[in-house]
């Protein structure tokens, strides 16, 4: 091994090294935040495991939860490989999971032979996801309108549509038999669902898992072994540069942009045939806020984006239990989400001072 390779090693493990002490040190702090609104410390962190890993349940639906903040991360790295910026993840979500419920419940797909019934409506979800991405990239090269402004407000659209999706019998309201009939979708059928990969409902652990891993190798070959994370690397360092090399900048930014809201769109069809199986408000939970998260702290980094979606997922579904069983409030387990987002940040920023960057 030479001395750069050995140079290089050295550095990544500082830096893992690094990044575990922050999480270690921020959940900490975060003990001590909910031994200060006088909750029992073990209580908390017995609730805690039990929500994010104490039966196969639970670690499937931290697993599955993970798996959403992986797919909107990446789709921010890849945005971000052009120094672009994509916020609209929870917008995305939002609009694959109607396209997706539409063909779950309308498409007529249930019948269909070898797996037709669950892969049609995940495509569907991709490609209306991507569309709704698109946008973003379409206005960005037309009328430069500023991606953050455009991701951002497209992601309340989406969120409202969906709303109206659910409030409407004309779209996909449930038929209302009386005035108590919620307001969400009917449940999409079994043909529709993800298979297990357990062939077990006790662990819910569906192929979403493989599924994603496979996107997040393709993710990393695009950026690092193709011409268009070339291009897309060139657009970012200069697009002036670029555009005089040849490199044409629109269907570039276009493309990164379809391809991060199609990733958003398939984590919405992940939620809905793999775990929820009704469209309803709320139905996007944050989620794509929070795979905004991991992205940013990936620092370009696919292999970030899983170690970060994978420490999001199980702290969002041990936070779930701590409040339900030891009666640690939400805002707290937000707070000690942001402790962590801002200790990672500050590892980030030593080990980028110590480098010698700026």
């Not at 140079?7 to 922050?22: F, N, W, Y």
């Not at 916020?87 to 396209?99: F, N």
């Not at 045939?273 to 989620?287: H, R």
Request: aromatic share 6%; net charge positive; glycine share 14%.
């Amino acid at each position: 091994m030479n001395q750069t390779s050995l140079a290089t090693l050295m550095r990544d493990q500082r830096a893992i090294l690094l990044s575990l002490t922050a999480v270690v040190g921020a959940l900490l702090m975060g003990l001590l935040l909910v031994a200060a609104i006088g909750v029992s410390i073990p209580e908390a962190v017995l609730a805690f495991a039990e929500g994010a890993w104490g039966s196969p349940y639970a670690l499937a639906a931290s697993i599955n939860r993970s798996l959403v903040f992986a797919l909107v991360g990446l789709g921010f790295v890849l945005a971000n490989r052009a120094n672009l910026t994509n916020v609209g993840g929870e917008g995305q979500i939002a609009v694959g999971a109607i396209a997706a419920t539409a063909i779950c419940l309308h498409g007529g797909v249930a019948d269909l032979p070898a797996g037709l019934a669950f892969v049609l409506p995940m495509l569907a979800a991709c490609v209306v996801g991507g569309l709704w991405g698109a946008i973003v990239g379409v206005l960005k090269v037309k009328v430069g309108t500023n991606e953050v402004i455009s991701s951002l407000m497209l992601s309340f659209i989406g969120v409202w549509l969906l709303y109206g999706s659910v409030q409407s019998v004309a779209l996909l309201r449930q038929p209302m038999t009386s005035s108590s009939t919620l307001p969400e979708s009917l449940e999409i059928p079994d043909a529709t669902k993800l298979p297990l990969l357990t062939g077990d409902a006790g662990m819910p652990l569906n192929i979403g898992l493989p599924l994603t891993l496979v996107l997040a190798a393709l993710a990393a070959v695009v950026l690092h072994r193709t011409v268009f994370g070339l291009r897309l690397r060139a657009v970012g360092l200069n697009a002036l540069a670029a555009r005089k090399a040849g490199i044409a900048i629109a269907p570039s930014v276009i493309g990164v942009f379809f391809a991060a809201g199609a990733l958003g769109g398939l984590a919405g069809s992940l939620m809905l045939q793999g775990e929820q199986y009704t469209l309803k408000a709320g139905f996007s939970s944050g989620y794509g806020f929070d795979g905004l998260v991991v992205g940013l702290l990936a620092r370009g980094s696919v292999v970030g984006v899983l170690a970060g979606a994978t420490l999001f997922g199980f702290i969002r579904s041990g936070g779930i239990n701590m409040e339900m069983v030891a009666s640690v409030p939400s805002s707290l387990v937000l707070v000690i989400q942001g402790v962590i987002i801002v200790a990672l940040a500050g590892s980030a920023r030593w080990m980028d001072f110590k480098g010698g960057t700026r």
